[in-house]
């Protein structure tokens, strides 16, 4: 069974520091997606990882892909407080739509 | 613009009562899906369909309905069978292909009275 594990759950940064969030899955994929949710709003695509070493950045946001490691992270560079949500990965599992499986998210809370 | 619309955003249902939560595309998505989203937890499958009049059960199928009459159009069924339904149900569609990002509606909240 294919398991997709983020950590941390929570974290709570300050503004202007640096951190990563990793997510870890237990099987072959080379397709990978990272989810912003706001409270109580949708899934928010960020970015999608199609390859081994991919690399995506967008403003303070950049994620990579490791699929040998089984390993994504997304880094955030000098957080602001409009970052603050919860954060998804989820991985293509088989290739096929209907099986992306979702990590459990990770809340980020950013303050001054 | 292009999208995914559910409705209503908010629903409260009566126990023994069964509820429809609606979600439409004008993406010309083929592949349309259903998942279930609890506080502080990811998402998981109710039921997903890739083609018109044809439909899979997810990870969590039992006490849900749906149907696929038209390709724009994915309504699920929350029935008195489901005993914990009070969640978020979000809808998602995805093009045909594999590998392929999904993009959500602004989901439902569906509360238990």
């Known amino acids: 069974e294919l398991k997709v594990e983020q950590n941390p759950l929570f974290l709570s940064m300050q503004e202007g520091k640096n951190y990563t969030i990793y997510c870890n899955y237990s099987t072959t994929s080379d397709r990978l997606y990272w989810y912003r949710q706001d409270p109580g709003k949708s899934l928010e695509s960020l970015f999608v990882l199609l390859s081994n070493g991919a690399v995506k950045q967008e403003g303070r946001l950049m994620a990579s892909l490791d699929t040998k490691a089984r390993l994504s992270t997304l880094h955030i560079t000098a957080a602001v407080h409009d970052l603050s949500a919860t954060y998804f990965c989820?991985?293509?599992?088989?290739?096929?739509?209907?099986?992306?499986?979702f990590g459990t998210g990770t809340r980020l809370q950013v303050f001054p | 613009d292009g999208g995914i619309t559910q409705s209503p955003k908010y629903l409260f249902r009566k126990e023994g009562q069964n509820v429809t939560l609606s979600c439409e595309q004008n993406?010309?998505?083929?592949?349309m899906y259903w998942y279930r989203q609890d506080p502080g937890q990811g998402l998981r499958l109710i039921y997903y369909?890739?083609?018109?009049?044809?439909?899979q059960k997810g990870d969590i199928a039992e006490g849900y309905s749906v149907s696929r009459e038209k390709k724009e159009s994915f309504p699920l069924t929350v029935t008195s069978a489901q005993k914990n339904p009070t969640a978020f149900y979000l809808c998602?569609?995805?093009?045909?292909?594999?590998?392929?990002?999904?993009?959500f509606g602004q989901g439902t909240r569906l509360t238990v009275v």
């Open positions: 998602a569609s995805t093009p045909t292909g594999v590998g392929t990002e999904a993009f």
């Open positions: 993406l010309n998505h083929d592949a």
């Open positions: 989820a991985v293509d599992y088989l290739m096929r739509a209907d099986k992306l499986i």
């Open positions: 369909s890739q083609i018109v009049n044809d439909f």
